[in-house]
Structure formats: C-alpha cells, structure tokens
Nanobody, 115 residues
Framework: QVHLVESGGGLVQSGGSLRLSCAAS????????MGWYRQVPGKRRELVAT???????NYADSVKGRFTISRDNAKKTAYLQMNRLKPEDTAVYYC?????????WGQGTQVTVSS
C-alpha cells in the first residue's frame, strides 16, 4: 500500500554536503513517522534520524549537529540534509515510514564520502 523512493545519494568529498529525498505514495495515513537509517556491509542497520507527524525529531549521536531531517507534507516527501560529511558516513541510506502498526522501506541510496 505504501511505496517509498529515495534519491540524492552519490559521491562527495569529506566535508561536503548532500540532501537525500524520500517520496511517498500509496495509501498514506495522517498518523505516521518517518525515519532515515543507514547500513554498511557486515553491520546492523542503524537509525540516523526520525521525525513524527507532529514534527518531533531524534538523531543518532554520530550525526547530531550535522544532519537535519524534515518533511514536506504537501509534497509527501521527507528529506535528510547531510552537512560536513565524513568518510564514516559512507553507507546505503534507507527511508522508512511507519503507519498503522507497519513499517515500509525504500530501496536505499548509496552515499560515499571520500577522504
């Protein structure tokens, strides 16, 4: 019922910036939460940032002060602004939407930060 498509990943230099987008479509509830997660080979997928429908945000300590999660309800799109990127930020980034007790995931977008 819910389809998520991430975009905006790519290769950047250390210290650079990227803005990821997550476009949602399908049967969308007005009660929801969005999140960004990332995963590297051999490691568990980890939470990066979340935002509730009411606008409350939460960030992993490793990205706090550098990343900002936001959403545009009219465009049905969530964003992750990533500033001052570090090589350790390199990962596949996934968008997640939670609604009606279910979690929906996007396909992921690769972010690579060179040193």
């Amino acid at each position: 019922q819910v389809h998520l498509v991430e975009s905006g990943g790519g290769l950047v230099q250390s210290g650079g910036s990227l803005r990821l987008s997550c476009a949602a479509s399908g049967t969308l509830s007005s009660i929801y939460a969005m999140g960004w997660y990332r995963q590297v080979p051999g490691k568990r997928r980890e939470l990066v940032a979340t935002i509730t429908g009411g606008g409350s945000t939460n960030y992993a300590d490793s990205v706090k002060g550098r990343f900002t999660i936001s959403r545009d309800n009219a465009k049905k799109t969530a964003y992750l602004q990533m500033n001052r990127l570090k090589p350790e930020d390199t990962a596949v980034y996934y968008c997640k939407r939670e609604q009606s007790g279910l979690a929906y995931w996007g396909q992921g977008t690769q972010v690579t930060v060179s040193s």
